[in-house]
């Protein structure tokens, strides 16, 4: 047989357990206001990480992209928080697909993600053959959409441009998530490269 390589491939979702309160962060996202957006709500603060309630939760979130950029980038650049906000998800209720300008690491970090309440599904945006030889081929090659099932506590991260939308919401219970951006540290870039930001 002759020997099949990956040329490209698109930077990993990651995924991490918190093993802090998260009983805590619930109680705040079920106080503060939110106003419509499309199909679900988001908070009106969308710096909530600034909190102080959320100080353990950054700092873990800090970790992740440190050690997701060690692994992806192969550099220990330093990434900002930028904006942070809630969602939430009644029943009924899903987020339409979308991704993440002015951003460049984007997280999800479930506060609250009941059985049926909605998964995460990323989407290639295109297809990679302009004919669908085999429908239910699903390898890395060949799939345009990648669906997450976590659970309250875990944290996602992927790149901000990659597309993702939200399932439905089939249960009658409220599903609140974080999202957060991040972008490296300025300066960064390479001078002799021309690619420098500062
Ligand atoms: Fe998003």
């Not at 109680?27 to 990480?49: G, L, P, R």
């Not at 009644?90 to 300008?101: E, L, M, T, Y």
């Amino acid at each position: 047989m002759g020997t099949l390589t990956t040329i490209f491939s698109t930077p990993p979702l990651m995924v991490e357990k918190y093993s802090g309160d998260v009983k805590t962060l619930e109680e705040y996202a079920e106080s503060i206001s939110y106003h419509d957006n499309q199909n679900s709500y988001a908070s009106d603060n969308t710096f909530v990480m600034n909190d102080d309630v959320f100080t353990d939760l950054k700092i873990f979130a800090e970790k992740c992209i440190e050690e997701y950029t060690i692994n992806v980038f192969n550099s220990n650049h330093k990434f900002a928080i930028t904006q942070s906000w809630i969602t939430k998800n009644d029943f009924g209720q899903s987020i339409d697909i979308h991704s993440h300008p002015g951003s460049i690491i984007s997280g999800v970090f479930y506060i609250n993600l009941p059985k049926d309440s909605g998964c995460i599904e990323f989407n290639r945006g295109k297809s990679v053959f302009e004919i669908q030889i085999n429908k239910d081929c699903s390898n890395p090659w060949m799939s345009d959409r990648y669906r997450v099932f976590a659970e309250t506590g875990y944290l996602l991260l992927f790149p901000s441009n990659m597309l993702h939308s939200v399932k439905m919401n089939n249960v009658n219970q409220t599903r609140y998530s974080l999202a957060f951006n991040s972008f490296p540290t300025i300066p960064v870039g390479d001078i002799d490269m021309l690619t420098y930001l500062y």
